[in-house]
């Protein structure tokens, strides 16, 4: 992961006219789409791994939340400050979307920050993950608590385990409604949206019944 944000940023900075360099171009994505598709699901894996360590039968799902949200969401709002928006002040000089509304380059660091954090949800950069694990980790929880019950050998229990349906149900209309309300641009709420919730919805299913 270090080398293709390196190499994405080292090709940004050197202003590389892929124009005329075609070839090195396509080097640069194969490179990327390769690395690409190992190297994000192993963090989500990892992360999915580190969270059967939580005792879902003796801590509830408000403890495992704020336990997430102080682990995630904290150094993500600090990240924001102290990584983000430093480096997309340096990266004015050669990348349009880091300058404020798309102007011209702002050299005051105070008016600059002002001036990004509200779009910053918009300039994440490398920070899009940790914001996305969080809902992932929110989502999968009662996936999670279902799992770990039945792997411990524990009876079904009506009132447990359907409850823990009904959540899953609930934190996943509550992802999908947002999402498909606020992903408008080129009809994607239609194009892609619906398709991953339909495919979501499919694979719990399979998750929670086989």
């Excluded at 005792?55 to 600090?78: C, M, N, Q």
């Excluded at 009132?159 to 009904?166: F, K, N, P, Q, W």
Aim: hydrophobic share 50%; with cysteine; net charge neutral.
């Amino acid at each position: 992961m270090i080398f293709i944000h390196c190499l994405v940023n080292a090709a940004d900075a050197a202003d590389i006219n892929y124009d005329k360099n075609m070839v090195v171009k396509q080097k640069e994505d194969g490179i990327i789409k390769s690395l690409v598709q190992i190297g994000i699901p192993m963090f989500f894996y990892i992360s999915g791994i580190a969270s059967t360590f939580f005792d879902t039968e003796d801590k509830h799902y408000g403890i495992f939340v704020g336990s997430k949200a102080l682990r995630i969401l904290v150094p993500f709002i600090i990240a924001i400050f102290i990584f983000l928006i430093p480096r997309l002040y340096f990266g004015q000089t050669y990348e349009d979307y880091t300058r404020v509304d798309g102007q011209e380059i702002t050299t005051n660091y105070w008016d600059f920050m002002k001036g990004t954090l509200p779009t910053i949800y918009l300039k994440l950069s490398w920070l899009w993950y940790l914001p996305a694990l969080f809902i992932d980790l929110i989502i999968c929880y009662p996936l999670l608590r279902w799992t770990i019950r039945r792997s411990r050998g524990i009876p079904f229990d009506p009132m447990i385990d359907l409850g823990i349906i009904t959540l899953q149900i609930i934190t996943l209309v509550l992802w999908a409604v947002p999402n498909y309300l606020l992903i408008t641009t080129d009809n994607y709420n239609t194009r892609y949206s619906i398709p991953a919730i339909i495919t979501l919805f499919w694979i719990m299913f399979a998750f929670y019944t086989l």
